[in-house]
């Protein structure tokens, strides 16, 4: 044991060493330009498995770039001019990371060319969940009837992680795709999203969608109650979870129903938290 602590602290040594700040005292260095510059044109030809010491310049311009906003507009702009070349699957996939620590309204229309692309859909979107602004929820929301399967399972991911308000239309009428997995990330979306629109989809579709996807459109519903607890509309919360509580809803959507009750009653609540103690199953 007497061996970890030092060995700890050469290794956390060795980390603030090689990091991007301490490559560039914190700062852009004078030539960054040139450096970029060079970097980007060895990017171009980057492929997995080949050389990253252009990608490691690149990462670290970025991480020095914060405070630049001109320096890093144009970073972005570059990066973004990459994913419409031939350039290499690597090649791409790097530039969309960075553009999801740097790209803004601008890099937009890049990644969302992505989104149809089965290879590149997914990086193209972990760029533009983290791009704030109503440019890239327009793109998700625009790659919907578009893509199919996985991919548009995918992008239906996304506009629930951004929340995105003005999908709750398009996503509510996914709920009856014939691709279970659809809906179901459909109705995951929906609760994630919340609000009036979102909750009345997600319980109107309870009594109606197919046994498969049902669970996950009850988890929907579960959500959107949870967020209604929390705004303090406890009267609409129980109702939705009263409906849950059927046998004909999964044991663990059912228990989390009935949690929620017992919490939205506060101290009226304790003769159903009794029963639940008393009941026979465990």
């Known amino acids: 044991m007497r061996f970890v602590k030092p060995i700890l602290m050469a290794a956390v040594g060795l980390l ?14 004078a030539d960054a ?33 914060h405070g630049h906003a001109q320096f890093r507009k144009d970073m972005a702009a570059k990066l973004a001019a990459i994913l419409g070349t031939d350039a290499p ?9 960075q553009l999801a620590i740097i790209g803004a309204g601008e890099s937009v229309p890049a ?11 997914h990086m193209a979107r972990f760029a533009l969940e983290r791009i704030p602004g109503p440019a890239a929820d327009e793109a ?22 951004r929340r995105d308000a003005k999908a709750v239309g398009a996503l509510a009428t996914l709920l009856s795709d014939a691709d279970a997995a659809v809906a179901g990330a459909a109705a995951g979306a929906l609760g994630k999203i919340g609000g009036p629109a979102a909750t009345g989809a997600l319980t109107k579709a309870l009594a109606d969608v197919p046994a498969p996807v049902k669970p996950s459109v009850a988890d929907g519903c579960l959500l959107c ?14 109702a939705i979870c009263q409906r849950l509580r059927g046998k004909d809803f999964p044991k663990a959507i059912r228990v989390a129903a009935t949690r929620m009750i017992i919490l939205a009653r506060g101290s009226a609540g304790v003769p159903l938290l009794v029963a639940q103690l008393k009941s026979n199953d465990p």
């Open 111 to 121: 990644l969302a060319a992505l989104l149809t692309d089965e290879k590149l859909s």
């Open 140 to 161: 998700l929301r625009g790659a919907l009837d578009k893509v199919k399967s996985k991919t548009l399972i995918g992008v239906i991911n996304s506009i629930g992680a």
């Open 16 to 29: 603030i060493a090689t990091s991007p700040a301490a490559l560039f005292g914190g700062d852009l260095p």
């Open 33 to 65: 330009k040139a450096k970029l510059d060079d970097s980007l044109k060895a990017l171009a030809s980057y492929d997995f498995g080949g050389d990253k010491t252009a990608l490691n310049t690149i990462e670290s311009l970025v991480a020095a770039s």
């Open 225 to 238: 109650a949870d967020r209604l607890l929390a705004q303090g509309n406890k009267k609409e919360a129980t």
């Open 89 to 97: 699957h690597g090649a791409k996939d790097f530039a969309c990371r």
